[in-house]
T-cell receptor, first 111, second 112 residues
C-alpha cells in the first residue's frame, strides 16, 4: 500500500512565523503535490514537483515555497505565515499519469 | 483554475439504498479518479479509470469512464453508515504532467 505521511496533523503558529510542512512517501513516486483545502473552495494546488530539485507553481503559489532535495520528501514552506493561510494542507504523490495518493493532512491555524 | 462539475452539493439517502453521482466537464480527460474523504482526513483513492468506456468495481462501488471522455459516474450499492463522507471526482487532462482537476465534492449522508 502507498503510504504518504505528513509531519503534523495539527499545527498552531503565529503571524509572521516561518512554517515548515513535511511530506514523505514510501513508494518511489516521481510526482509530489501540495494542496490546500478550504470550505467552499475545494482542493487548490499550491506547488508540485515531478523530480528531485524540480518544482512548478500550481494555481495559488503566492506566499509559499517548496523544497524537494530527496525523491521521497517534499516540503512546503510558509516564509511568513499570515492568518489567511489558516487551512487544511494536503500532500499527495503519484507515478506518471496514475492516480494521486494523499496524506492525512495538516490542519494549520495561524493566529 | 478549471473545476469539474459535481452536483448536488449534498445527498441524503437511507441505509441500504443505492446512490449514483456523476461528474461532468466541458474538456476531455485521459484519466478519471474517484476519492472519498472522511472529516479531518485526507482523500482516499477509491477507483481509477484510464480508458474511455471502462467500468471498474471496488466492492460495492462501481465507476465508469464516459465514452465522450467528458464525464464519469460513481455508483454505491446497498449503502451503509460508513459510506458517509465527501466524494470527489478528479480528472487528468492530456499532457497535464500528472496534475489533476478536481470537483468540489458531494457530501453523502446515510440515515440508519
Amino acid at each position: 500500500d502507498v503510504k504518504v505521511t505528513q509531519s503534523s496533523r495539527y499545527l498552531v503558529k503565529r503571524t509572521g512565523e516561518k512554517v515548515f510542512l513535511e511530506c514523505v512517501q514510501d513508494m518511489d513516486h516521481e510526482n509530489m503535490f501540495w494542496y490546500r483545502q478550504d470550505p467552499g473552495l475545494g482542493l487548490r494546488l499550491i506547488y508540485f514537483s515531478y523530480d528531485v530539485k524540480m518544482k512548478e507553481k500550481g494555481d495559488i503559489p503566492e506566499g509559499y515555497s517548496v523544497s524537494r532535495e530527496k525523491k521521497e520528501r517534499f516540503s512546503l514552506i510558509l516564509e511568513s505565515a499570515s492568518t489567511n493561510q489558516t487551512s487544511m494542507y494536503l500532500c499527495a504523490s503519484s507515478l506518471n499519469k496514475r492516480g494521486q495518493y494523499f496524506g492525512p493532512g495538516t490542519r494549520l491555524t495561524v493566529l | 483554475g478549471q473545476q469539474l462539475n459535481q452536483s448536488p452539493q449534498s445527498m441524503f439517502i437511507q441505509e441500504g439504498e443505492d446512490v449514483s453521482m456523476n461528474c461532468t466537464s466541458s474538456s476531455i480527460f485521459n484519466t478519471w479518479l474517484w476519492y472519498k474523504q472522511d472529516p479531518g482526513e485526507g482523500p482516499v483513492l477509491l477507483i481509477a479509470l484510464y480508458k474511455a468506456g471502462e467500468l471498474t468495481s471496488n466492492g460495492r462501488l462501481t465507476a465508469q469512464f464516459g465514452i465522450t471522455r467528458k464525464d464519469s459516474f460513481l455508483n454505491i450499492s446497498a449503502s451503509i453508515p460508513s459510506d458517509v463522507g465527501i466524494y470527489f471526482c478528479a480528472g487528468q487532462l492530456a499532457g497535464a504532467n500528472s496534475k489533476l482537476t478536481f470537483g468540489k465534492g458531494i457530501t453523502l449522508s446515510v440515515r440508519p
